[in-house]
Nanobody, 121 residues
Framework: QVRLVESGGGLVQAGGSLRLSCEAS????????MRWYRQAPGKQRELVAT???????NYTDSVKGRFTISRDNAKNTVSLHVNSLKPEDTAVYYC???????????????WGQGTQVTVSS
């Protein structure tokens, strides 16, 4: 199976920055897309950023120009640099990967436990 461990969340003032990291471990054959989601209290989980195995990226409109997603394929890690934070960015941020654990198997979604980001005004 695949285990995802996130780190880097915390409390920061508006305008500040954080770097969220997520490391995938376990019996991994390959990883396709890697994503960051977030869920604010009382709201649905929202896709924030995606990076494909080829390095193409996509962002939700509200974070474009402020957040940067990157990956290290050799280490099976994905990071999210979050800059110019706003109070509305407050949420639990979740790492998601699409991975295969064998060459002949299917692609499955795996999730981290989440890391809290709180932005004070």
């Amino acid at each position: 199976q695949v285990r995802l461990v996130e780190s880097g969340g915390g409390l920061v003032q508006a305008g500040g920055s954080l770097r969220l990291s997520c490391e995938a471990s376990g019996s991994i054959f390959s990883i396709n897309a890697m994503r960051w989601y977030r869920q604010a209290p009382g709201k649905q989980r929202e896709l924030v950023a995606t990076i494909t195995s080829g390095g193409n990226t996509n962002y939700t409109d509200s974070v474009k120009g402020r957040f940067t997603i990157s990956r290290d394929n050799a280490k099976n890690t994905v990071s999210l640099h979050v800059n110019s934070l706003k109070p509305e960015d407050t949420a639990v941020y979740y790492c998601n990967v699409q991975a295969k654990i064998t060459w002949y198997g299917g692609v499955y979604d795996y999730w981290g436990q989440g890391t809290q980001v709180t932005v004070s005004s």
